[in-house]
């Protein structure tokens, strides 16, 4: 029977089934194996010892046949455990016991564990570190013992004894193990108190500088926990180590992370040197021969050159260099997928919309399967809406490929084109959103962004819930929502809202007040908002800005003009509003007398604000309006006209405000007034305090007809001359003989 066994060590072909014991039944180990079992086991054999065998390939034979778990295979393993002329076969079985072990440990025969300990004492260190692998991985309460005690067997060799150590180390979670490594300190010998020690470290909670005895006092008092308490210890230990693990992690991709964006950059600049000498046609050769290079690194320096010719000359791949692009979508490197579609997501090309869903389709690395649902939505085509859709809907994609998907549709839906094709999705996205656990706040933020996109008024319901919420993530995309929809029944919550803490929530509150709101209460909201000393955030005021036009742009005519009087405290918004609302009613035609006051109430609040140079064309436009309609006013406003023109930071114009206020009045007292007005500036600060600035104006002023004002006006001119002189010119003396 044993030479019967030794022939059967080998195991079928990797594609021939094992053979599996029933777990119920008790083989008759002095029953002969069929004849197929001789020959699966002798296959087996002949490739574990077949020398020109790769270690990778060898390993798996051992696997296979440790699967066949017979009675005959269990002993031709024992037999190649002990053929000590192969090392390499005897490493292949261990690796296979550490493989079975995880998977299925409870079928791994006890047999095993004496050659296992033998090998321990093996001459190769690793053939040694292999057994100890195995053992260490290997069922059965008596194997730590019998570690135990080989390692204090001073007989024993030294190597076998620091490999039972070994086959320790990696148990050190169950308190007997510890107890053994405690008992091996005892013994006084340095090789074995050091593997020991190293052995204990990972444990410990710091280092044990007092050496042996350290370890027995914690030792002594982690041996009278209780059992619960010393497991939440260890899971304590290794949440820490694994914490530990991960820092580590990071910190080394972060390294390669660099050093590859660094190796990326050298080669992109060789690239450019390379690449500008040459015409176009060669140049597209050669980026197309990169794009195709086999290192990645070569590929990811290409595209950085496309991406710069885009950025810098609006040069967008095509032709062949599309091709090799769209071709990287293919391969194997997630970065590379990644890389090119931040190119291929801003072209608007069929071909691109094509790969990238037939990418979608196969795509199995998380990260670039969300860049591919991005590029979806930025490339806004509607053939994207049946991808996105079984993507939203489908109960195997994760949170974050749902969510990037809600959003791109939400981009698509953005488009009005698009309406009629999303009515689809009308009953998915509630449906999808409703099973969101509302912890997951960015993933119900982006289903609502989606159908707020679409606007579907069945979606209120939906709306309305969320903006009840205190979660600011879900808030702003409700907000837009009710817009969308068009339902102000929320109105109270939004102007609450419009105090939120975050901004972002401020602002969609704003934007939902000005849209839906129609009482002064919602104005009185907006106009808080507008004060910089109560809204500190830019863009929230602005939104609170655009808010308080639209909702006052309802209104009539006489109500918006009488709004402007609450902007009173913020003279820069005022001008704002009332120049709008002034080429609101030029335009109509048919509110003369509105326009007439708006006008000057505008001149009056810029005046005001000393923005004079901004003040004359609306004065102009004022002098105009009430001069066609003779209105009595005109000379006056003419009058003021001339004041802020003179004051203005740029003179010109000066001289046409006064032809034709002279030209036009015909009676001397306006052309009195039009001196008295030029002597009274003379007589301020303004008149000297630019002077280039006031030569030009006195240049325009001299355009003015020498009869139309008479000698008052040339003699004003030439005070006004001599003012402009420099006042330090000193007198020269007279020097005669």
Known sequence: MRCIAILLVSACLLGVQPIVSNAQTTPNIAAEPLPDQVRQLQT?????????????????????????????ANALIVELLTLSTRSDVQSAVCAAFVERSRSAPQRLDVNFVDPLLGLLGADTEELRAASARALAEFPGGDVPDRLGALAARAESPMPKRLAAIDALAPNTHRREVVGQL???????????????????????????????????????????????????????????????????????????????????GRIREFQ???????????????????????????????????????????????GEVLAALLRQLK?????????????????????????????????????????????????????????????????????????EAALALGQIAAKTEAKEALRDVATILPDRYRSIPADQGALRAALLTAMAGIGDPSFSPEFAAAV???????????????????????????????????????????????????????????????NPAVETNDSVREAAWRGFRQLVGRRSIPDRIRAAERLREMPDLSVKYLEELAGVLATSGDHVAELDAVRERLVTTLVASTKDAEAVPHLRALYEMRLARADGSAQGTGLRWLESALRSSNPQGAAEVIVRLGEASGA??????????????????????????????????????????????????????????????????????
């Not at 490739?47 to 020109?52: M, N, R, S």
């Not at 694994?242 to 660094?262: H, I, M, P, Y």
């Not at 450019?272 to 140049?283: T, Y």
Request: glycine share 4%.
């Open 331 to 403: 391969h194997d490197a997630p970065a590379v997928r990644r890389e090119v579609l931040q190119i291929l997501q801003n072209l608007n090309d069929p071909a691109v919309m094509e790969g990238v869903l037939a990418r979608l389709v196969e795509e199995k690395d998380a990260g670039t399967r969300q860049s591919l649902l991005q590029a979806l939505g930025k490339l806004g085509n509607l053939a994207a809406i049946p991808a996105l859709t079984r993507e939203i809907s489908s109960a195997t994609s994760s949170p974050d490929c749902v969510l």
């Open 668 to 737: 001397e007292p306006v052309k009195d007034e039009i001196i008295r007005t030029l002597a009274q500036y003379l007589e301020t600060s303004a008149a000297v305090a630019d002077a280039e600035r006031n030569r030009k104006l006195l240049a325009e002023l001299r355009t003015v007809p020498s009869d139309l004002l008479g000698d008052p006006w040339t003699q004003l001119l030439q005070r006004f001359a001599a003012q402009l002189e420099p006042k330090d010119r000193a007198a020269t003396p007279n020097k005669s003989p």
């Open 44 to 72: 087996c054999r002949e490739g574990l010892l077949d020398p020109q065998v790769r270690a990778d390939d060898r390993r798996r034979w051992a696997e296979l046949l440790l699967s066949y778990d017979s009675p005959q």
């Open 272 to 318: 450019r040197e390379l690449i500008r000498p040459l015409n176009s046609e060669q140049r597209v050769v050669k980026l197309v021969e990169w794009i195709d290079d086999g290192l990645p690194a070569v590929k990811l320096a290409a595209m950085g050159i496309v991406k710069s010719r885009i950025a810098d000359e609006g040069k967008r791949p095509e």
């Open 182 to 264: 405690i008992e091996l300190l005892g013994l006084d010998v340095p090789e074995i108190t050091d593997r020991v020690a190293a052995a204990l470290e990972p444990i410990a909670p710091r280092a044990f500088v007092g050496g042996v005895q350290d370890w027995r006092s914690w030792w002594k008092e982690k041996s009278e926990l209780s059992e619960e308490a010393w497991l939440a210890e260890q899971l304590r230990i290794y949440r820490d180590r694994a914490r530990k693990l991960v820092g580590e992690l990071q910190s080394f991709r972060a390294d390669n992370e660099r050093d590859e964006t660094a190796v990326t």
């Open 468 to 530: 009840e919420s205190d979660d600011a993530t879900i808030l702003p995309a409700a907000l837009r929502g009710l817009r969308a929809v068009g339902d102000p029944s929320k109105l109270p919550r939004f102007r609450t809202l419009t105090t939120h803490a975050d901004p972002r929530v401020r602002l969609a509150a704003m934007e939902a007040v000005g849209q839906l709101g129609r009482e002064d209460a919602d104005i009185e909201v907006l106009l808080t908002r507008l």
